[in-house]
């Protein structure tokens, strides 16, 4: 019997809650849907653990849809994510450039949602290690976000911090976060443009509780680049 659309959407609810006894039911009575991307789906957001295993004896790929349900599982329970990097790597076990490629969509996820512990489980797996560049964009987006824990594992692992991370922790405000990368590069710089922004921000702050934070964020920029503060 084929599933229809209904019978699909309510299979979901019950993977995304784990209900295992219920989704066995189903699934023998409309086998067609087992592989389905939108069942993985709900059941890596739900964190449902016992259903995923299920899904995976059944055929299904989590390596489907590009990178989609990888970067869900990404922000999902450990357990969730253990349970889909074995199946990765069981997978490409012959294809390590398609599985670290796939690894790093994963940090990139896990670092944009500031999971700390599903981003050093990733790293501690291996994933990026293969290319270093790899780990630009997680380490922009931590930046971006002010996640000091995130940038530190990073750093940690390999990333090299650069202009476009410095610039975006100080145009967000992150005064934590740039200096971590001064640190580590001292030659770090902020852009004209940023700096333009940055002073925008502190004279709207004026008689705000953040001027503090955008004076102070204002005057590193200045001596950054050795001009004065007019």
């Known amino acids: 019997m084929?599933?229809?659309?209904?019978?699909?959407?309510?299979?979901?609810?019950?993977?995304?809650?784990?209900?295992?006894?219920?989704?066995?039911?189903?699934?023998?009575?409309?086998?067609?849907?087992?592989?389905?991307?939108?069942?993985?789906?709900?059941?890596?957001?739900?964190?449902a653990s016992d259903v995923l295993k299920f899904l995976f004896a059944c055929g299904a790929d989590v390596a489907v849809s590009g990178n989609v349900l990888l970067s869900e599982a990404a922000i999902s329970s450990a357990e969730v994510l253990s349970l889909c990097i074995g199946e990765l790597k069981s997978r490409f076990e012959s294809r390590p450039d398609v599985l670290y490629s796939k690894g790093s969509a994963m940090v990139v996820s896990a670092a944009a949602h500031a999971k700390v512990a599903n981003v050093k489980y990733l790293l501690e797996e291996g994933f990026c290690s293969i290319n270093i560049n790899h780990l630009h964009q997680p380490l922009l987006d931590a930046c971006k976000k002010g996640n000091k824990e995130v940038v530190d594992l990073l750093i940690a692992y390999g990333a090299k911090p650069d202009n476009t991370h410095y610039n975006s922790a100080i145009e967000h405000g992150h005064l934590e976060v740039m200096s971590t990368l001064k640190e580590v590069n001292h030659d770090l710089v902020i852009d004209r443009q940023i700096e333009k922004v940055i002073l925008s921000k502190r004279e709207h702050a004026i008689g705000t509780p953040g001027f503090d934070k955008w004076a102070e964020i204002a005057n590193i920029a200045i001596s950054s680049n050795k001009r004065k503060l007019i």
Do not use: H, W, Y
């Not at 084929?2 to 995304?16: F, R, T, Y």
């Not at 023998?28 to 087992?34: G, K, M, N």
């Open 2 to 47: 084929k599933a229809s659309q209904s019978d699909v959407n309510k299979i979901s609810k019950l993977c995304e809650t784990n209900q295992l006894s219920q989704v066995r039911k189903l699934i023998a009575q409309f086998p067609d849907v087992a592989k389905s991307t939108q069942l993985m789906s709900a059941t890596i957001k739900g964190g």
